[in-house]
């Protein structure tokens, strides 16, 4: 395959964002429904990048302990989905999806599952939207809570097959008048760039025909 | 009648998603674009914009804080605002603008119906 996968193209970029962001921005009415408030969203950021390059980019909020929901994809193109947040908030999300009337040794025990749980319907929520908007059917795995910095979210020093250069799309989120705070990140390594180049090619092919088969 | 409408949103795709629904349902309106709200403001302006269509996540001046703006010089313009955040808070602060909310993804339904509903107000008005 001569597809160029180290550089993505203007077009290229903007679609992966635009489709990403409405896959992010439903997802954040799933988050919005489960803290009761209000789920501020960045623009989202796409870049091909090294594994550690993204690991530092995440931890930019100057925490680098982190804990993350993540979950597997496969179909057409392949990769993983991240909810990460700062590990000191953790509790403050569990605590505000549950209610705040529950005891702290309360929360601590809840803590895992209703992580697993968060990112499980955030994450579906944000490919689901993904798959739909490009056709596509993709699998998901169950969710992973997973603890560390940067390096161990994204596999850094781990298997050299694997790759270490990675599509890496992320987007701030905040949770209105919580001390929430985290990154909705999805990865994809090369094999699977090369692979979405090619929807979204035809993607846009596909835009564009749309409109002339109506006239014609 | 003829309709220029104004298509603010920082993504080319969805432009082009756009245009493209406009070629099938209201092939003959004029479609004029900007990328943010500055041009956006300025379009408006200088060019006589009947309708507006506007993305709600851009980079700068989002899209409601640009509904806000448009409000001041046009209140009663037909203008949508357009995202996939389905959050109540910004359906109702649409809402509050005097916007339609339109999700993404963009079905040719639902910017059919706004744009009926614009241009029997657009119709009205001239009354």
């Not at chain 1, 993505?8 to 962001?21: G, R």
């Not at chain 1, 690991?55 to 993983?80: D, I």
């Not at chain 1, 799309?169 to 979405?196: C, S």
Request: hydrophobic share 50%; aromatic share 4%; net charge negative.
């Amino acid at each position: 395959m001569t597809i160029d996968v180290s550089a993505l193209s203007e077009i290229e970029q903007d679609v992966i964002a635009e489709i990403a962001n409405m896959g992010v921005s439903r997802a954040a009415n799933g988050l919005r429904q489960m803290v009761g408030h209000e789920v501020l969203l960045s623009v989202p950021a796409v870049n091909v990048v090294t594994r550690e390059a993204a690991a530092r980019l995440v931890e930019r909020g100057g925490s680098s302990k982190l804990v993350a929901v993540q979950q597997s994809f496969e179909g057409p193109f392949s990769g993983r989905a991240l909810l990460i947040f700062p590990a000191a908030q953790s509790l403050e999300l569990v605590r505000s999806i549950v209610g705040d009337e529950h005891s702290l040794e309360d929360i601590i025990d809840l803590e895992h599952e209703a992580l697993a749980e968060t990112g499980n319907v955030i994450l579906n929520a944000c490919l689901a939207t993904i798959a739909n908007v490009l056709r596509q059917t993709m699998r998901m795995s169950l969710p992973t809570v997973v603890r560390g910095d940067g390096d161990k979210l994204f596999g850094v020093q781990s298997d050299p097959a694997e790759g270490n250069l990675v599509l890496f799309l992320y987007i701030d989120f905040t949770v209105k008048n919580r001390e929430i705070r985290g990154f909705i990140a999805l990865l994809l390594d090369l094999p699977a760039v090369a692979a979405l180049k090619v929807i979204v090619r035809d993607f846009v092919a596909g835009i564009e025909q749309q409109a002339e088969g109506h006239v014609g | 009648m003829q309709y220029r409408v104004l298509v603010v949103d920082d993504s080319k795709l969805a432009r082009m998603v756009m245009a493209s629904a406009f070629r099938r349902i209201r092939a003959d309106w004029e479609l004029i674009e900007a990328t943010n709200a500055t041009d956006a403001l300025e379009a408006i302006s200088t060019q006589a914009v009947d309708i507006t269509l506007v993305d709600f996540n851009m980079p700068g001046t989002d899209g409601l804080e640009l509904v806000g703006l448009i409000r001041k010089t046009h209140p009663k313009m037909p203008v949508a605002v357009v995202s996939a955040n389905v959050q109540t808070e910004i359906i109702s602060r649409a809402r509050e603008l005097n916007a339609v909310f339109i999700a993404k993804p963009l079905t040719d339904e639902a910017l059919a119906g706004f744009l009926s509903g614009a241009a029997l107000r657009l119709k009205n008005e001239v009354k």
